[in-house]
C-alpha cells in the first residue's frame, strides 16, 4: 500500500496570507490527524477528521481549520499567517478513530516571511 | 503542552553499544508509543504498550512501562549509524480526551 502523502512538501508565504495543506491518508484509514512541530513547543497535536467529522482539536487559535472528504482525504488551512506559524506540519493516518499505531506523511514544510 | 518528557535531550554512542532513553508522563494512560523521526521527517511508529504491560519486544527494542512511577524506557541493543535519529514517546490518555500527546524528544547520534 502507499504511505500516507502530503502535498506540498514546502511552502513559503508571508504574513497574512493564508495556506492550505493536504493529506491523502493510507487506503483504508479512515482516521486523519493533524500535527504541528516546531523546535522551541515540539510536536502538538491540531485535530483529528474520522468519517468526515472533527472528533478532537486541540490548544490552537481559530485561524488553524480543517475538513476531511468522503474519500478521507483531509486538508487544514490557516489564515492569516503569523510568523510562528512556520512549522513542520506533519498528518497521519489510521484504521479507525482511536489513535494507536498512526502512520505519518512526510510533512509540508511551511516557513512564514 | 507536552504530556511527556524525555531524558536525555541528546545521546551520543559508539555503534554496537546499547542506548536507553527515558520518557516520563503526567497523566493515566491508554497506552504508551515510542516513534522515530529521521532529520525533519515524518515519524514511524516503533513499538506500542499498553498500560496494563510492563515490558515488550520488537526486535532489537525493548520497551518497559511502569504505571505507578508515570514512566517507560526505550532500549536499543547493538545500535547502528542507522538508528542515528530522534526518538518520542507518545501517550494516549484515557476517557474521552482521546489525543497522542508527543514526548519532547532524544537526539540519538550512533557514532560509527
Known amino acids: 500500500k502507499a504511505g500516507v502523502t502530503q502535498t506540498p512538501r514546502y511552502l513559503i508565504k508571508t504574513r497574512g496570507q493564508q495556506v492550505t495543506l493536504s493529506c491523502s491518508p493510507i487506503?483504508?484509514?479512515?482516521?486523519v490527524s493533524w500535527y504541528q512541530q516546531t523546535p522551541g513547543q515540539g510536536l502538538q497535536f491540531l485535530f483529528e477528521?474520522?468519517?468526515?467529522?472533527?472528533?478532537n482539536k486541540g490548544n490552537f487559535p481559530g485561524r488553524f481549520s480543517g475538513r476531511q472528504f468522503s474519500n478521507s482525504r483531509s486538508e487544514m488551512n490557516v489564515s492569516t499567517l503569523e510568523l510562528g506559524d512556520s512549522a513542520l506540519y506533519l498528518c497521519?493516518?489510521?484504521?479507525?478513530?482511536?489513535?494507536?499505531?498512526?502512520?505519518f506523511g512526510p510533512g509540508t514544510r511551511l516557513l512564514v516571511l | 503542552s507536552q504530556q511527556g518528557e524525555e531524558d536525555p535531550q541528546a545521546l551520543s554512542i559508539q555503534e554496537g553499544e546499547n542506548a536507553t532513553m527515558n520518557c516520563s508522563y503526567k497523566?493515566?494512560?491508554?497506552?504508551l508509543q515510542w516513534y522515530r523521526q529521521n532529520s525533519g521527517r515524518g515519524l514511524v511508529h516503533l513499538i506500542l504498550?499498553?498500560?496494563?504491560?510492563r515490558e515488550k519486544h520488537s526486535g532489537r527494542l525493548r520497551v518497559t512501562l511502569d504505571t505507578s512511577k508515570k514512566s517507560s524506557s526505550l532500549l536499543i541493543t547493538a545500535s547502528r549509524a542507522a538508528d542515528t535519529a530522534s526518538y518520542f514517546c507518545?501517550?494516549?490518555?484515557?476517557?474521552?480526551?482521546?489525543?497522542?500527546?508527543f514526548g519532547s524528544g532524544t537526539q540519538l547520534t550512533v557514532l560509527p
Open positions: 497521519a493516518s489510521s484504521v479507525f478513530a482511536d489513535q494507536e499505531t498512526q502512520y
Open positions: 487506503s483504508g484509514h479512515r482516521s
Open positions: 477528521y474520522f468519517s468526515e467529522t472533527q472528533r
Open positions: 497523566t493515566s494512560i491508554n497506552n
Open positions: 504498550i499498553r498500560s496494563n504491560e
Open positions: 507518545a501517550t494516549l490518555r484515557s476517557g474521552s480526551a482521546r489525543q497522542l500527546t
